[in-house]
């Protein structure tokens, strides 16, 4: 980190104005592409196969135990897509822009453990075993489904619109072939039009995984997801679960907010994130004015898009997207 970075404005202050010279703080530490899968191919190369693990539980975003809340099934996260992968290893579906939904048999939670406010309808339509996906309400819908998923009071209205995009059945000693086959299994006889399962394509040409990510991009979509066919479930960031999309992103906890110079002086001029392996860089692209007018709190996690990294892990040339909304 560069050494003018720091010295950082204390964020305790209206949101429309940083009071620069009185403050400083130094900082501590459905896309159906295909048919069902197929055998997977042999890749020449592939991620190594993920050991069995002994419990579920819930993890906190950054890894430590989220001790205020209840347990949920534990989630995998994926990482970014490295282009020396064989993508004949993996079973490729599209990444939905929704809101992370863990079933546990009984209590559908956000990604942090907090208990969803479902309808009692919505819920009365799962599976008694353990499920993994995404709430959605179509593309671009992203900020509406947030808003509608976070009341204390669910508006049935709302929740008509909302599906349950079931990807994973979240099971120990098994591969993600087997899981998948089981969340199909335990979704085959459900009349509930809320309850889907996440269609999964395989790849036949490693060289055709560009143009399946362009057709979804082309349709509205995100990206991609790709699961190693033949890796077992393991709770926490996972080299067996790839994100492929046109441009890479990320999330941030925000430690810290710096002062703007030249035209932004007396407003937020960048935010210092931390990376989820602990790195650390100053955020100062793609905000709007209003964005600057009131910045995401410290402790806040946000997503930002960047194009590739530096060799010391470095995001490169990264943008503000948005605030991810607390859970």
């Known amino acids: 980190m560069n050494s003018h970075h720091q010295m950082l404005?204390?964020?305790h202050h209206p949101a429309h104005l940083f009071r620069l010279q009185n403050f400083a703080l130094a900082v501590a530490g459905a896309l159906?592409?295909?048919?069902?899968p197929g055998p997977a191919a042999q890749a020449s190369v592939s991620e190594p196969v993920a050991k069995p693990q002994n419990a579920v539980t819930a993890t906190a975003r950054d890894g430590q135990a989220d001790s205020g809340?209840?347990?949920?099934?534990?989630?995998?996260?994926a990482t970014p897509w490295e282009k020396q992968l064989d993508a004949r290893a993996y079973a490729l579906s599209e990444k939905l822009d929704g809101v992370r939904a863990l079933w546990d048999g009984k209590i559908l939670r956000f990604r942090s453990g907090r208990e969803i406010a479902a309808p009692a309808w919505f819920i009365a339509a799962l599976p008694t075993e353990a499920l993994d996906g995404e709430l959605w309400m179509g593309r671009g819908s992203f900020d509406r489904l947030s808003a509608a998923v976070r009341k204390t009071e669910p508006v049935d209205e709302e929740w008509r619109s909302i599906r349950y995009m079931v990807f994973d059945a979240p099971v120990t000693g098994l591969t993600f072939r087997q899981r998948y086959q089981r969340a199909q299994d335990l979704l085959s006889g459900t009349q509930a039009p809320w309850l889907m399962l996440v269609a999964q394509a395989h790849v036949v040409r490693a060289q055709d995984l560009p143009e399946r990510l362009q057709s979804v991009v082309d349709q509205g979509g995100e990206g991609l997801v790709l699961h190693h066919w033949d890796a077992l479930w393991q709770p926490g960031r996972s080299?067996?679960?790839?994100?492929?999309?046109?441009?890479?992103?990320?999330?941030?906890?925000?430690?810290?907010?710096?002062?703007?110079?030249?035209?932004l002086q007396g407003q937020m001029g960048a935010l210092l994130l931390e990376t989820p392996d602990k790195k650390r860089f100053a955020l100062g692209m793609g905000f709007s004015q209003a964005d600057r007018d009131?910045?995401?709190?410290?402790?806040?996690?946000?997503?930002?898009?960047?194009?590739?990294?530096?060799?010391q892990g470095i995001p490169r040339f990264a943008s503000f997207f948005r605030v991810r909304d607390p859970e």
Do not use: F, I, M
């Open 9 to 11: 404005v204390h964020t």
């Open 32 to 36: 159906a592409l295909g048919p069902s």
């Open 69 to 77: 809340r209840a347990h949920a099934p534990g989630a995998e996260w």
């Open 239 to 263: 080299n067996a679960v790839r994100k492929l999309k046109p441009q890479a992103d990320e999330e941030g906890r925000v430690l810290a907010l710096l002062p703007g110079k030249g035209k």
């Open 294 to 311: 009131a910045p995401p709190p410290v402790g806040s996690w946000v997503t930002y898009r960047y194009r590739d990294r530096t060799p």
